[in-house]
């Protein structure tokens, strides 16, 4: 049973019974309020890691990798590779002593906002003429990311997948 204490006994009393009750209701939505940007920042998060954002800023090149075409065979597995496959080779550093081989990244286009993953197949060697900061990729990579291959060079980020 109800302690006849717990019940406002005066008008004010009763008045500030009713504006501890608004606050009560009022903390009660800035807490759903809250909850609920938390978990579109956590969600909006999640999409950037997933389509790229955050990367490493790199220059996007176009390479050949069939026979005959820039270099030999990858450095990864010995083998030449079609220009329709989603690959690419990273700068020296990027490539990490092969560490990456075989490995997926996830490249995104500056330009267009399209991010497609490639497999690492061979190294773009820095100490022989490859800038740093290269994504040296295939045509096949180019065109997935709706990029013209006549330009040359491009600015992506890329990420481990």
Known sequence: MANASQFPSTS????LAQIFEL???ANAKVVALLSVLA????VS????RRHGGGGTPAV??????????????SECDGH???DG??????STGWYAGGRRCRKAIRITSARTGRSVEARVVDECDSRRGCRDNIVDSSAAVWKALG????VGEVPVTWSDA
Do not use: K, W, Y
């Not at 004010?12 to 008045?15: A, F, I, N, P, V």
């Not at 998060?45 to 950037?48: L, P």
């Not at 390479?63 to 030999?72: L, W």
């Not at 496959?85 to 990273?90: E, F, K, N, S, T």
């Open 60 to 73: 996007m090149t176009v390479n050949g990798f069939q026979r005959g075409e820039e270099g030999g065979p």
């Open 12 to 15: 004010s009393d009763r008045e």
């Open 147 to 150: 990029l013209d291959t006549g």
């Open 39 to 42: 978990l579109l920042l956590q």
């Open 23 to 25: 606050l009560a209701m």
């Open 85 to 90: 496959d989603m690959i690419v080779a990273l």
């Open 45 to 48: 998060c999640a999409v950037a």
């Open 80 to 82: 030449f590779h079609s």
